[in-house]
């Protein structure tokens, strides 16, 4: 897929999720940068990145926690 292509998805992406514009498309950039990133970091297929923070982003907008969190939870108050 080409960077453009990408671009255009995740904005409209994040125009779903209600953000204006220009937001969009600023959120859509960081996506791809921080996607890029974790693919060096980690050694991992750019892919697997980006799917890793569409989930994080998705279930954060449904007010969920992506479940690579489901094992960190805060301490109970005694």
């Known amino acids: 897929m080409s960077a453009d292509v990408e671009m255009e998805m995740l904005v409209r992406l994040c125009t779903g ?12 950039a ?3 940068k921080r996607a890029d990133q974790l693919a060096a970091e980690r050694d991992i297929p750019r892919e697997d990145a980006m799917r890793y923070l569409l989930e994080v ?14 094992a960190v939870k805060p301490p109970l108050n005694s």
């Open 57 to 70: 982003v998705t279930k954060g907008r449904a007010g969920g926690v992506a479940a690579v969190y489901d």
């Open 17 to 28: 999720f209600g953000a204006g514009a220009d937001q969009a498309r600023a959120m859509a």
């Open 30 to 32: 960081q996506l791809m």
